[in-house]
């Protein structure tokens, strides 16, 4: 993962050791201006990928819910891949820098991958104050509930919904 904005480098590399999923991301960008451009832009790549990876979603659990501690930090995160994007987030407000990392990017994170992987994505901050370990465990909680929501399941055929499609 190199987005040329080191402390996302290592969320994003949270993000796809615990999902599962091998990420190779290589983003080129104007980080000498800020990181906002990359960050937006590797979020929506990652959220389109991800609904592409999916496919017509045959089989798979489609629901992944997670809870992850991490030291003082509780985060609880939920994923539906229904094919409609909407976020909630609720996170205290942090507004300071991890390294040279602008902490306001985060909600807008989410939201980008959201609206290109067209998924339901809640995110509780149920604890914390460290703003690294609170957006550490932020990732970490999104990538388990995604690697159960991707999952196959034996008991489930064709698309998991009565619908007939997501």
Do not use: C
Not at 80 to 99: A, K, N
């Amino acid at each position: 993962v190199s987005t040329g904005v080191p402390f996302f480098d290592h969320m994003m590399s949270q993000l796809g050791k615990h999902s599962g999923f091998d990420l190779t991301i290589k983003t080129t960008g104007d980080v000498d201006v800020d990181s906002h451009h990359s960050v937006e832009d590797t979020s929506l790549a990652f959220g389109q990928a991800l609904r592409e990876a999916l496919g017509d979603k045959v089989g798979i659990r489609r629901f992944g819910d997670s809870m992850v501690p991490l030291d003082e930090v509780l985060v609880q995160a939920a994923v539906d891949l229904s094919g409609r994007p909407y976020l909630v987030h609720r996170q205290p407000e942090i507004v300071e820098l991890i390294g040279d990392f602008d902490t306001t990017l985060g909600k807008h994170i989410w939201e980008s991958i959201v609206a290109e992987a067209r998924i339901a994505l809640h995110i509780r901050v149920l604890e914390g104050r460290n703003a690294h370990h609170v957006f550490e465990a932020q990732f970490k909680a999104v990538a388990r509930a995604l690697r159960d929501a991707v999952s196959k399941d034996g008991r489930v055929a064709g698309i998991p919904s009565t619908k007939g499609s997501l």
